[in-house]
């Protein structure tokens, strides 16, 4: 099967993988993100494009971005709203299923582990704080490929670019909650593209 992208290429994706097939690389995919991925949030975008669309092609770049946002809108935690939305694209609702177990099996397997065998473990603990230190810079790195893909496959024009800058000093220099830039944006987008359609009408000649 075939879509068309934004910039005109084809997008092949692959629909011959079985059910089973697609139910274990979502779980054993999202266990992985759970247990190796630091950092959380959209830090898992960059292994879930890896996995989910350049390898198998079962997901496109707009669904991508699609996930992107979404997965920051509604409530939960990021990894949990990732798993789900990949899962039903990928598999309908065993594919939820099967991706929100494995993002959580690792997270609550570790915690019942350290609960049961190192009950007098402290935050203040030297090695533990080597780890976080290590993470630290681990989560940085992510964070910036996430944002360089997904600067490139937004901001493609003179709107989005313009869009992309006040936001981006609005939150920098204001220290405006995220929530409320991603309110406020709903509103803008919608008036851009009724903006976009009038105009495109208009060279059509069936503006009235």
Do not use: H
């Amino acid at each position: 099967m075939e879509t068309e992208k934004m910039d005109g290429e084809k997008e092949t994706f692959c629909t011959v993988l079985p059910l089973w097939k697609k139910l274990f690389l979502l779980f054993f995919t999202f266990a992985k993100i759970a247990a190796l991925v630091v950092g959380g949030g959209l830090a898992i975008l960059p292994v879930v494009e890896e996995t989910f669309s350049r390898k198998y092609k079962l997901l496109s770049s707009e669904d991508l971005l699609d996930m992107a946002a979404l997965v920051q809108t509604v409530p939960g935690i990021i990894a949990g709203n990732a798993a789900a939305f990949v899962g039903m694209k990928v598999a309908g609702y065993p594919g939820v299923i099967a991706s929100v177990i494995g993002v959580i099996l690792p997270s609550v397997t570790v915690i019942t582990l350290i609960a049961a065998f190192f009950p007098g473990l402290k935050a203040e603990n030297p090695y533990v704080l080597g780890a976080f230190a290590g993470v630290k810079a681990c989560i940085t790195g992510l964070i910036i490929v996430t944002a360089l893909k997904l600067f490139s496959k937004t901001v493609k024009g003179v709107y989005e670019g313009l869009a992309f800058a006040i936001y981006l000093i609005v939150m920098l220099f204001f220290k405006v909650n995220a929530a409320y830039v991603i309110l406020s944006s709903i509103p803008v987008g919608f008036l851009y593209s009724w903006f976009l359609v009038v105009r495109m009408k208009k060279d059509r000649g069936e503006e009235k």
